[in-house]
Every structure is written in structure tokens, then in C-alpha cells.
């Protein structure tokens, strides 16, 4: 039987997992956590991880087999110029959008690079939105 959370992403995302042809690889569902889940989608191209963390909806994706190896979507929204603003939804719509610039990106010839330079990205977003997050201690 499918959860709440299940039933939701799978509307909210169907679209694009029909059009490429998306398979579900794994869900977990943990409801004496504050009821977190987590579904692992795989396509021919790359993985997407769509999660629940209390009533945070994420999504973060990967290469194929990257297990753990995953980047926050809401992140990647930001390196390829668009915002996010906090709804669920806009996650569907820019891989709908962008899914040809995100399978070469996380293709296993492209993946290196564009985590190298991703990297760098999240690393400047971060240290412009806390300025002072590496200051030293006196």
C-alpha cells in the first residue's frame, strides 16, 4: 500500500517520470521519524531522490549508481539560473524543462566536471549567504 507522500509525489512528478521513463528503485517510509521518506527514481540518464524531512520536500540528483553521491536540485536550480522559491512543484517542472542539460551533466563522461564545478558553486552560495561562517575564533 502506498503512503500519503508516495501517492503525492507520484502526482506531483508524473509527468516527467512517464515522459523518461522513470522506475521507482527504492522507498522507505519512517513514520517514528517525524514520518521522513525518501523514493529513489532511475531513469536511462541519471537518479533522482525525492525525500521528506519532517515537511520539507527535497530532491536531489545523481548520476547513475552514485548511491550517496547526490546534489540538491534546489542548488542545480540555481547553477543553470533559475530560483527556487520554496514550492515542491518547480522541482518537477525544471526537469521537465532542463532534463537534457541534467543528463549531460550527470552523464558518466560529464559528471566529473560538473561536480568539480558545482562544487565551487554551493561552496561561494554558502559563504555569501553566511558571511561569517568561516571567520576565526579569538
Same mark, same amino acid.
Given at each position: *500500500?502506498?503512503?500519503?507522500?508516495?501517492?503525492?509525489? @507520484?502526482?506531483?512528478?508524473?509527468?516527467? /517520470? !512517464?515522459?523518461? #521513463?522513470?522506475?521507482?528503485?527504492?522507498? =522507505?517510509? =519512517?513514520?517514528?521519524?517525524?514520518? #521522513?521518506? $525518501? *523514493?529513489?527514481?532511475?531513469?536511462?540518464?541519471?537518479?533522482?531522490?525525492?525525500?521528506?524531512?519532517?515537511?520539507? @520536500?527535497?530532491?536531489?540528483?545523481?548520476?547513475?549508481?552514485?548511491?550517496?553521491?547526490?546534489?540538491?536540485? =534546489? @542548488?542545480? *536550480?540555481?547553477?543553470? &539560473?533559475?530560483?527556487? +522559491? &520554496?514550492?515542491?512543484?518547480?522541482? +518537477?517542472?525544471?526537469?521537465? !524543462?532542463?532534463?537534457?542539460?541534467?543528463?549531460?551533466?550527470?552523464?558518466?563522461? &560529464?559528471?566529473?566536471?560538473?561536480? +568539480?564545478?558545482?562544487?565551487?558553486?554551493?561552496?561561494?552560495?554558502?559563504? /555569501?549567504?553566511?558571511?561569517?561562517?568561516?571567520?576565526? $575564533? #579569538?
Amino acid at each position: *500500500m502506498k503512503s500519503d507522500f508516495e501517492r503525492s509525489i @507520484i502526482r506531483q512528478f508524473s509527468g516527467v /517520470l !512517464k515522459k523518461h #521513463n522513470f522506475r521507482l528503485v527504492a522507498s =522507505e517510509c =519512517e513514520p517514528e521519524a517525524f514520518d #521522513n521518506s $525518501q *523514493m529513489t527514481f532511475e531513469s536511462e540518464d541519471f537518479l533522482l531522490r525525492i525525500y521528506r524531512d519532517r515537511s520539507y @520536500i527535497g530532491v536531489d540528483v545523481g548520476p547513475r549508481g552514485a548511491g550517496d553521491d547526490l546534489v540538491p536540485l =534546489e @542548488i542545480v *536550480m540555481e547553477f543553470f &539560473g533559475c530560483k527556487y +522559491a &520554496g514550492d515542491s512543484r518547480e522541482f +518537477a517542472d525544471f526537469i521537465g !524543462k532542463k532534463y537534457d542539460h541534467l543528463r549531460v551533466a550527470l552523464s558518466p563522461s &560529464g559528471y566529473t566536471e560538473f561536480k +568539480a564545478t558545482f562544487d565551487k558553486f554551493a561552496g561561494t552560495r554558502f559563504l /555569501l549567504k553566511h558571511p561569517g561562517a568561516f571567520r576565526r $575564533q #579569538n
